[in-house]
């Protein structure tokens, strides 16, 4: 599966590089994350990484800038496993949040973990060579208080306001200052939002959510809900789970639950309802045409 994705990943790139969409030539928002075309995702992910190696020397350490293509294996190994399908993997694992919760550093995660994979195993492997005490400060260099938050986290899940760190200080650098904020929204996903087609689609989403019980208005915002309740249980993730009391160990599990239900929810929706739609939409505002 790793080599699978990252064969994927190499040809991704030749693919958006030597690719452009009529709809971007036309001054509309890229379609990748944050509103960016291919080539600009590629560009900022290189600046930005270029950036932190920087900062993680000023602070005595040693990072080694990745490359796109490795940023890019941290983003699509978000609800991966090998021998699961997506579907298989929601059903036992929901969004993959507090269901694989373990507090400790992305760098020690077991699995294909997205933060982990997106940091790069040469950087891995330096992280495992320092001491306990080098490890801490070495994360707090990185990443600030929220060792979960990634840059490839970050982008995949379009939410920079939890980096901290030196991935923070590069990623101000490179992004827009509305770009960090929480409030932040794909303009390009905020496009099709607008489509009278695509408000229908989400009407229907948000009521048969609420019939199963949860209050969603948009496929979007049920995972960053999950994160949010998970860094408010665990103090930003800084919270070993054998280091849970009783209390906190049954609300984990409690939100584990609700995780487990509302991805399977979500995507049922959002396959039924929401992505036919979106997919349609897509197709008449950017149509690709590879030069």
């Not at 208080?145 to 939410?159: I, K, R, W």
């Not at 584990?256 to 349609?280: C, I, S, T």
Request: charged share 25%.
């Amino acid at each position: 599966m790793k080599n699978l994705i990252q064969a994927i990943g190499t040809i991704a790139v030749i693919i958006l590089i030597a690719g452009s969409t009529y709809a971007q030539s036309q001054g509309s928002p890229g379609t990748e994350e944050f509103g960016l075309t291919p080539k600009q995702l590629v560009q900022s992910i290189e600046k930005v990484e270029a950036l932190i190696s920087k900062c993680m020397r000023d602070h005595g350490f040693q990072y080694v800038a990745v490359d796109y293509i490795t940023v890019r294996n941290g983003m699509a190994a978000d609800k991966i496993m090998p021998g699961l399908s997506e579907e298989e993997f929601i059903t036992r694992y929901g969004f993959g949040v507090s269901t694989m919760y373990t507090g400790q550093p992305p760098q020690l995660a077991t699995g294909y973990s997205p933060a982990k994979v997106g940091l790069g195993e040469r950087n891995v492997q330096i992280y495992k060579n320092l001491s306990p005490a080098d490890q801490v400060a070495y994360n707090r260099s990185l990443l600030g208080e929220n060792t979960d938050a990634t840059f490839a986290v970050g982008l995949e899940t379009e939410h920079f306001s939890r980096t901290g760190g030196c991935t923070r200080t590069a990623i101000e650098q490179v992004f827009r200052p509305e770009q960090l904020k929480a409030t932040y929204y794909n303009p390009k996903d905020a496009l099709i939002n607008k489509d009278p087609r695509m408000k229908a689609a989400l009407r229907n989403y948000a009521r048969e959510m609420r019939k199963a019980g949860f209050n969603y208005n948009h496929p979007d915002e049920a995972e960053p809900d999950i994160r949010e309740r998970l860094a408010a249980l665990t103090s930003g993730g800084r919270i070993l789970v054998e280091k849970m009391s009783p209390e906190q160990l049954a609300a984990l599990k409690k939100l584990q639950e609700y995780e487990r239900r509302v991805a399977a929810m979500n995507f049922k929706l959002a396959k039924e309802l929401f992505d036919p739609v979106e997919e349609k939409i897509e197709r008449e505002k950017y149509p690709r045409k590879v030069q």
